[in-house]
Nanobody
């Protein structure tokens, strides 16, 4: 079992930055690949970024590539999402997710555990 708690969301102006953090509790955090997803009301959950168990492999959605950076600290059981140059279309609830195994996927169905999400609102 892995429990995930996101933090760091908030209201920011377009062009601004936010850093989301996801704290994991439970055993063997390094046994899990991690991902960030986002969702707006009425739409499906959307892949944002994923990172391998050791942090060496990352992958981003095209809409955020070059603006968002995913990272993890296995000693602290955390995975972060640094977001810069935010746009109003980045407004969503952001979720972190854990998947047992070395590498993540872009489909939410592949993940085993989810946090409750943190709201990010970008004003124009």
């Amino acid at each position: 079992q892995v429990q995930l708690v996101e933090s760091g969301g908030g209201l920011v102006q377009a062009g601004g930055s936010l850093r989301l953090s996801c704290a994991a509790s439970g055993r063997s955090f390094s046994n899990y690949a991690m991902g960030w997803f986002r969702q707006v009301p009425g739409k499906e959950r959307e892949f944002v970024a994923r990172i391998s168990w050791d942090g060496r492999s990352t992958y981003y959605a095209g809409s955020v590539k070059g603006r968002f950076t995913i990272s993890r600290d296995n000693a602290k059981n955390t995975v972060d999402l640094q977001m810069i140059l935010l746009k109003p279309e980045d407004t969503a609830v952001y979720y972190c997710a854990a998947r047992g195994g070395s590498y993540g996927y872009i489909t939410p169905e592949k993940y085993d555990y989810w946090g409750r999400g943190t709201q990010v609102t970008v004003s124009s």
